[in-house]
């Protein structure tokens, strides 16, 4: 039989697997981000940040990317290929 807990116990349960399921949305922010806008790399964007966003700059870098305008390329910047549309 499992014991009895008190209410102040149960309490802070609940609040533990909030703070652990916000963490989690948190963590994976740039996949979201990337499969809400139908982002052309929301595959590369999900493995970069489910593998490295650990790290904190692949997490960055796979947020960055997930909000970056889609109809651009990010080199476009510095071969001076930006179009006029």
């Known amino acids: 039989m499992l014991a009895q807990t008190s209410n102040g116990g149960e309490w802070a349960c609940v609040t533990i697997i909030i703070v652990v399921l916000l963490g989690i949305a948190?963590?994976?922010?740039?996949?979201?981000?990337?499969?809400?806008?139908?982002?052309?790399?929301?595959?590369?964007?999900?493995?970069?940040n489910g593998l490295g966003g650990w790290t904190g700059i692949c997490w960055v870098i796979?947020?960055?990317w997930s909000v970056w305008p889609k109809e651009r390329a990010g080199i476009d910047v510095y071969v001076r290929n930006v179009r006029d549309d």
């Open 62 to 64: 796979a947020l960055v």
């Open 26 to 48: 948190l963590y994976f922010l740039p996949t979201i981000i990337a499969v809400s806008r139908g982002h052309k790399y929301k595959v590369v964007i999900m493995v970069l």
